[in-house]
């Protein structure tokens, strides 16, 4: 098992590390604030900026941050007690996402976009109130994939997760250091880290978006019957020719 997880670690590691020098996710000085919903990605995204943190020839801050949408009392706990182990500051933010869900959600759209988007604005706002110019999400390689062929498939335009994004307002930056991180991957690492992983408790998680199990469903056949699919829709993502493009 000691073998297993050292070998999911070290790819994970080369993974993220290329990913962050690549795109120069990470400056000298920077002040980072993780998204932590207390999944398998935010807490393995929280590990690895921290061991970074420690190495590192450049100094930069780590926190992390939960959005408190109906959490339960021993799930705070949890996540307070899971960022100590890890030597990271932590905040809970709180929120009014579900007042505005009942108010603005559309019949029929789904709830947990709308609330992902409510989320990250949250982000944004604790980040510039607390003196963070970054904020950092746990999104992966398959999320990125999924996100892809969603926007192509029902929105008609070449669009996904960037590795680092500014925010409208022109203040502070979001990075997804995990993108080249297969998602099987990150859950065996998760899993032998044993993690303190806890799951969400919203109405919302128990209607699934029919348009993103559509596009799991599909990517997976593809993946089946020919695979290393998922790596070429990644690549064709970073390898668009715009001479040869409508």
Same mark, same amino acid.
């Given at each position: 098992m000691f073998k297993q997880l050292e070998k999911n670690e070290k790819m994970l590691e080369y993974f993220i590390g290329k990913l962050i020098v690549e795109k120069g996710l990470i400056k000298h000085g920077d002040s980072i604030l993780i998204g932590l919903s207390g999944g398998k990605d935010s807490w393995t995204l929280a590990y690895f900026l921290k061991k970074f943190q420690a190495k590192a020839s450049i100094k930069f801050e780590v926190a992390l941050a939960s959005i408190d949408v109906l959490l339960q009392p021993k799930q705070k706990e949890i996540l307070k007690k899971g960022a100590t182990q890890l030597g990271l500051d932590f905040f809970l933010i709180n929120n009014n996402i579900e007042q505005i869900i009942s108010a603005k959600r559309h019949p029929g759209t789904s709830y947990c976009s709308l609330c992902r988007k409510l989320r990250q604005a949250y982000l944004y706002r604790a980040a510039q109130d607390l003196g963070y110019n970054k904020i950092a999400f746990g999104h992966h390689f398959d999320d990125f994939v999924e996100s892809y062929m969603t926007n192509i498939l029902y929105h008609g335009r070449t669009k996904s997760l960037p590795a680092i994004v500014t925010a409208q307002n022109g203040l502070g930056q979001l990075i997804r250091p995990m993108?080249?991180?297969?998602?099987?991957?990150? !859950?065996r690492f998760a899993k032998l880290k044993k993690m303190p992983i806890i799951t969400c408790h919203c109405?919302?998680?128990?209607?699934?978006?029919?348009?993103?199990? !559509?596009?799991?469903? %599909? %990517?997976? &056949? %593809?993946? $089946?019957?020919?695979?290393? =699919?998922? $790596?070429?829709?990644? =690549? =064709? =993502?970073? &390898?668009?020719?715009?001479?040869?493009?409508?």
């Amino acid at each position: 098992m000691f073998k297993q997880l050292e070998k999911n670690e070290k790819m994970l590691e080369y993974f993220i590390g290329k990913l962050i020098v690549e795109k120069g996710l990470i400056k000298h000085g920077d002040s980072i604030l993780i998204g932590l919903s207390g999944g398998k990605d935010s807490w393995t995204l929280a590990y690895f900026l921290k061991k970074f943190q420690a190495k590192a020839s450049i100094k930069f801050e780590v926190a992390l941050a939960s959005i408190d949408v109906l959490l339960q009392p021993k799930q705070k706990e949890i996540l307070k007690k899971g960022a100590t182990q890890l030597g990271l500051d932590f905040f809970l933010i709180n929120n009014n996402i579900e007042q505005i869900i009942s108010a603005k959600r559309h019949p029929g759209t789904s709830y947990c976009s709308l609330c992902r988007k409510l989320r990250q604005a949250y982000l944004y706002r604790a980040a510039q109130d607390l003196g963070y110019n970054k904020i950092a999400f746990g999104h992966h390689f398959d999320d990125f994939v999924e996100s892809y062929m969603t926007n192509i498939l029902y929105h008609g335009r070449t669009k996904s997760l960037p590795a680092i994004v500014t925010a409208q307002n022109g203040l502070g930056q979001l990075i997804r250091p995990m993108l080249y991180c297969p998602q099987k991957v990150i !859950a065996r690492f998760a899993k032998l880290k044993k993690m303190p992983i806890i799951t969400c408790h919203c109405k919302g998680s128990n209607q699934p978006d029919p348009k993103k199990i !559509a596009i799991h469903k %599909l %990517l997976n &056949n %593809l993946e $089946r019957n020919n695979p290393g =699919a998922k $790596r070429s829709i990644f =690549a =064709a =993502a970073k &390898n668009i020719v715009t001479d040869h493009v409508f």
